[in-house]
């Protein structure tokens, strides 16, 4: 089909007219920015409301402003983010009350997850294209969201992540994590490149375990085909401190991005307590198991 000039001005307008477009039932966006360079409008607004996404921009160019939102309007929530493999051209911001917070350059490491809180219901990041002298480079920019409610009766923001779990929050995080797992931490390491802390577990019982996700292994000694399905390593957030105690513990957690965070460590011991003063006074959400 041939194309006339107004036809290729009509598809020229709709595409203006989609780039400004609210994308609110959507998680995933891709664009270029070719676009924006032959527009000359420096930054794009990108709308997303949902838990769990993907953001590609091809040919990076200007900018992005992108807001996300929780599909529980209104509700607060943590945002983590982590750049895809290969992701390349531009670098990313979280925008505070009064500048903006740089969170990631093109040379981080793709394993490297930031997490942040929101701000009146709403996370917003602004994607900067790296200052080039080819403007047809070709560089991918992708990067993965996932949020997290936080519940508001819980009290528990992002700030104070590495406090104890109390009582109403270790019940809340035993019904609705991904996994509950008990058994010794038998190895822990502080990678201070990726900012997390990596605990070695050896499992002696599974509460609950949600998805097909698999845990990783990180001792490059032991082939992965070798290493006994009863260990497992999870992360926390390297600020928090964590250190390797005796006995056993309960680990509670979500995968945030393809990996195991911890939400709750408790010894054993206190999840037996909280768990018999729940069943007496009926205050449990879900079936607690020894």
């Given at each position: 089909m041939?194309?006339?000039?107004p036809?290729?001005?009509l598809?020229?307008?709709v595409s203006i007219?989609?780039a400004?477009?609210?994308?609110?039932?959507?998680?995933?966006?891709?664009?270029?920015?070719?676009?924006?360079?032959?527009l000359s409008?420096?930054?794009?607004?990108?709308?997303?409301?949902?838990n769990q996404?993907?953001i590609r921009?091809h040919y990076p160019?200007?900018?992005?402003?992108?807001a996300?939102?929780?599909?529980?309007?209104?509700?607060?929530?943590?945002a983590?983010?982590?750049?895809s493999k290969g992701?390349s051209?531009?670098?990313?911001?979280?925008?505070g009350?009064?500048?903006?917070h740089?969170?990631?350059i093109s040379?981080d490491?793709?394993d490297?997850?930031k997490?942040?809180?929101?701000?009146?219901?709403?996370?917003?990041?602004y994607?900067e294209?790296?200052?080039?002298?080819?403007?047809?480079?070709?560089?991918?920019?992708?990067?993965?969201?996932?949020?997290k409610?936080?519940?508001r009766r819980?009290n528990?923001?992002?700030a104070d992540?590495?406090?104890?779990?109390?009582e109403?929050?270790?019940?809340h995080?035993?019904c609705s994590?991904?996994?509950v797992?008990?058994g010794?931490v038998?190895?822990?390491?502080?990678?201070?490149?990726?900012?997390?802390t990596e605990?070695?577990?050896?499992i002696s019982?599974?509460?609950?375990?949600?998805?097909?996700q698999?845990?990783?292994w990180?001792?490059n000694d032991?082939?992965?085909?070798?290493v006994?399905?009863n260990?497992?390593?999870?992360q926390r957030?390297?600020k928090c401190?964590t250190?390797?105690?005796s006995?056993?513990y309960l680990?509670l957690g979500?995968?945030v991005?393809?990996?195991p965070?911890?939400?709750c460590?408790?010894?054993i011991?206190?999840?037996?307590k909280?768990?018999?003063?729940a069943l007496?006074?009926?205050?449990n959400?879900?079936?607690?198991?020894?």
């Open positions: 041939k194309l006339t000039l036809s290729i001005i598809l020229f307008l007219c989609e400004g477009r609210p994308n609110l039932d959507n998680c995933d966006w891709t664009g270029s920015g070719t676009l924006e360079m032959a409008r420096g930054v794009q607004p990108v709308y997303l409301r949902c996404g993907t921009w160019q200007g900018a992005l402003r992108i996300l939102q929780s599909r529980s309007a209104g509700s607060p929530f943590s983590c983010i982590r750049r992701s051209g531009a670098r990313i911001y979280l925008a009350k009064k500048k903006l740089l969170i990631f040379e490491s793709v490297l997850v997490c942040v809180t929101s701000q009146e219901g709403q996370v917003t990041l994607v294209a790296d200052p080039i002298s080819d403007l047809l480079r070709r560089a991918t920019a992708e990067f993965s969201y996932h949020l409610k936080i519940p819980s528990k923001s992002l992540e590495c406090q104890p779990c109390s109403q929050q270790l019940l995080h035993y994590s991904d996994f797992l008990q010794k038998i190895d822990l390491f502080h990678n201070q490149p990726l900012r997390i605990l070695t577990v050896r019982k599974t509460h609950r375990m949600n998805g097909l698999k845990f990783p990180l001792l032991i082939p992965e085909s070798e006994p399905s260990y497992v390593v999870l957030p390297l401190g250190k390797a105690g006995g056993e680990f979500k995968w991005l393809g990996n965070s911890l939400d460590i408790p010894r011991t206190e999840w037996k909280v768990r018999r003063k007496e006074g009926g205050s959400q879900c079936m607690l198991n020894l």
